[in-house]
T-cell receptor, first 114, second 109 residues
Framework: SAVISQKPSRDICQRGTSLTIQCQVD?????MFWYRQQPGQSLTLIAT?????????ESGFVIDKFPISRPNLTFSTLTVSNMSPEDSSIYLC???????????FGSGTQLSVL | DAKTTQPPSMDCAEGRAANLPCNHS???????VYWYRQIHSQGPQYIIH???NNETNEMASLIITEDRKSSTLILPHATLRDTAVYYC??????????FGPGTRLSVLP
């Protein structure tokens, strides 16, 4: 199993600013993912964070808006850039270990943009 | 789009078994069936997964039909803390989880 810590757990931000969310896993993992959950909705995959290469983005999500870093096998960041109220969501980090095909999720970052 | 369909909501009496159905008629041979749940404001929690055999762990049982086109998650003795949204997902080794709307289970006292 893997324990995933996300920071911050919540934030209130002003329009036009950027927020970087950190995701730390307690063990080395091969795959890390970032999801968005808009109010009252299900989870939507934003991108796969690849270690040592650029993230792979899903349709509707672009690097300029959601830059992702993955400097090593235990850590990733997601930045929400030039925020607008429509970016108000829960952002979730998940990871998959080498030995197990399960996905583990962090507790999420609740973002509110004013 | 999600590859599964689930009822939007279900109720269950506390202490009784909760049986949550899932249809996945287009599942391919190498895709697993995963179940997760999300309690309000928390990240999804893994429950169980299986390929074709029935599976049981300390949280639940997973019954997969022989043709693999549907499955049922069974919580044998539901408690109030099992109130959550339950997601059924089919995927090959968790590489591209697509979450549908899930089933909102309400466990009633």
């Amino acid at each position: 199993s893997a324990v995933i810590s996300q920071k911050p757990s919540r934030d209130i931000c002003q329009r036009g600013t950027s927020l970087t969310i950190q995701c730390q896993v307690d063990s080395q993992v091969t795959m890390m993912f970032w999801y968005r959950q808009q109010p009252g909705q299900s989870l939507t995959l934003i991108a796969t964070a690849n270690q040592g290469s650029e993230a792979t983005y899903e349709s509707g999500f672009v690097i300029d808006k959601f830059p992702i870093s993955r400097p090593n096998l235990t850590f990733s960041t997601l930045t929400v850039s030039n925020m607008s109220p429509e970016d108000s969501s829960i952002y979730l980090c998940s990871a998959q270990t080498d030995r197990d095909e399960k996905l583990f999720f962090g507790s999420g970052t609740q973002l509110s943009v004013l | 789009d999600a590859k599964t369909t689930q009822p939007p909501s279900m109720d269950c009496a506390e202490g009784r078994a909760a049986n949550l159905p899932c249809n996945h008629s287009t599942i391919s041979g190498n895709e697993y069936v995963y179940w997760y749940r999300q309690i309000h404001s928390q990240g999804p929690q893994y429950i169980i997964h299986g390929l074709k055999n029935n599976e049981t762990n300390e949280m639940a049982s997973l019954i997969i039909t022989e043709d693999r086109k549907s499955s049922t998650l069974i919580l044998p003795h539901a408690t109030l803390r099992d109130t959550a949204v339950y997601y059924c997902i089919v995927d090959n080794y968790g590489q591209n989880f697509v979450f549908g709307p899930g089933t909102r289970l309400s466990v009633l006292p």
